[in-house]
């Protein structure tokens, strides 16, 4: 049995946390698992890397960065397999090029296209740990080396346990699971037991921090089962996709927030065909991913459309939607950036009517006010002033009973 | 023409260095060169992570602390390859394993068995300065990555110098080139312009630290013309194996020391055949490398051996050999540590008689006493005493008139 094994870069810090690690993959090893290890960079290695990139160059070429910060992983990896020979074990470490991860050819935030692990299964036949660095692969097509972006050790780490069909791929965090809510907010948050793949895709895309969106895309497609949990202690964490028939679904998993996005509002508009197709080609040309989009019934021959985007992208979103005032005729358009989204997430609310109604009605009473909503068959998610956030989240999250020691109310 | 240009350590210590290296590249690419740069790590970089290496294993596993360390010269290669952009020109930089650096398996340090530099030569046609890690390559059986050991990344750019039949193989330094003898020791030593590899070869096997013995016997084996200069000034440095027909040959070029040998003497050994080749056998066997060997004139039926070995290796050898003792009847072994020695060398002397004569005329005026000699048609070297090695590298040095504003008297 293949267990694939994920430690973030807080979980290898430093040498010691380290040798910490090697001691936990040691137990898994002697507990007769083939072991195969997926590792971050230490701690700050890659803003520590990324300012010598600044120092050296305005704009550093993307194939030359992706070269610098692999160092990264390189550096973590190697000091793993030697700590792990240190537990009388043998370790062997790859590059995620010798791992055989085949990416496309944009650096700095590559796709996996397919995974020849033939050096990995090799040296677990020869009943080696397996250490592979996290976040890298090689372009396909120019053989250069390539990054998969930001959290993209997760990505590589459920890739792995696909192409290899691990028994689980557990990521090792700083934290002990997934939550009810966030614990910094709602100090009564519940740690989940057991998510589907499309709840957690939910949870990961309406801010929930501990596994990346493209992570979970690739675990629901490829079908993995992923057990998030902690580092620090050897507590079960979540499960997430985990193929049980008796498994019991939830109606409510969590509540998610995220105060990362702004909100555009482009009023106005002429209510015809092919305006909104012309601005949102406009955005996507630009790269800029748009995440609800809100268009209100037309009036006078014009209509609202509002949407939220990365905070970071609004001022370029801003400036491409000026530049097509004249040809589409709009000229009110604003950036709104003191917003938050708020989303409760829930594989059961589909069949539960009312499970809408109960949160605006919480919100209201909360003093919240709802400035957009968009939902999905297991999603409901609200924009509101960015002060107003946490508030939302904790009326939520009690008015359905999702802390420890509640019990879930009828919706 | 092909340029190839080797920046150390301390060229490239960090990101203003690096800037600074950048500039330098920038003006052999404008003169109409294709440059080749092989880097080492920035500064202590090496040193860092083999600390690290050592916090988390006792004996850390050969083919890991090659990984490990490989990560070094990543670094400063792929920042160096963001400053040339930075200049308005493209870079690529590649690893050891990317430039087709193909050793055996001997981590820590490998040698070169083939250099397959498609990559490079491709990279060159398309216009990009190229940038390859210095120190590194890759197994040939095993795929796994090498290092070549220290100052491996001289090998490496002599090594890529002659795949590529470039032009010259720039080795830039912190000093600005070879010294007639080392000038803390000899204020007025004079840089030397031309070197035979044969005297750059003694010269560095005699303890001169500028280049590694290494990457002298490959500059000769494949006649390579290497350039010992400065990063630190555009004068020129200290040519090595340019093929001049009318370059005139010095009878002397330099007086070389070294202070990192200690000696040792086995005294009456049975004087008959096979007892020096038993002794030099187990030596071997166990990878000490031997320098000198002195055999005198036997006297009632035994003979003194006297050899000189690394420092570091003298408590093992001591060991080996009086585990022999009895097998080869001997009993009297003693290493001594206080030991140094120095060395003449010069490409002429060979055809000129007396060189030997001056030189121990020179010592004993100085009141230098020799304790073992040994000679090559274009060396001789001294053991004496450590206190007295910089005495008489001054005595040989002005005997033979190396010195700046100083004539070559006649042998």
Known sequence: MIVVQKYGGTSVADTERIVRVAERVAQAKEAGHDVVVI????????????????????VPPGRELDMLLTAGERISMALLAMAIHEQGLTARSFTGSQAGIITDSVHGKARILDITPGRITEALTGGHVVIVAGFQGVSRDSKDITTLGRGGSDTTAVALAAALRAEVCEIYTDVDGVYTADPRI???????DRLSHEEMLELAACGTKVLMVRSVEYARNHNVNVHVRSSFSYNDGTWVG??????????????????????????????????????????????????????????????????????????????????????VGISDIVLDEQVGKVSLIGAGMKTHPGVAAAMFEALSEAGVNIEMISTSTIRISVVVRQQDVEIAVRAIHERFGLGADEKEPEA
Chains 1, 2 share one sequence.
């Not at 700050?44 to 050296?56: F, G, M, P, W």
């Open 39 to 58: 590792v971050s960079a230490m701690g700050k290695t890659t803003d520590s890397l990324l300012r010598q990139a600044h120092e050296v160059s305005s």
């Open 242 to 327: 985990a193929k049980e028939d008796t498994m019991e679904q939830a109606m409510i998993s969590g509540v998610a927030h995220d105060s990362g996005e702004g909100k555009v509002v482009v009023r106005r508009v002429p209510d015809k065909p092919g305006v909104a197709a012309r601005i949102f080609t406009a955005l996507a040309d630009a790269q800029i991913n748009i995440d609800m989009i809100v268009q209100n019934v037309s009036a006078d021959g014009t209509t609202d459309i509002s949407f939220t985007l990365p905070l970071a992208d609004g001022p370029r979103a801003l400036q491409l939607l000026r530049g097509l005032s004249d040809e």
């Open 186 to 192: 709602v100090p009564n948050a519940r740690r989940l």
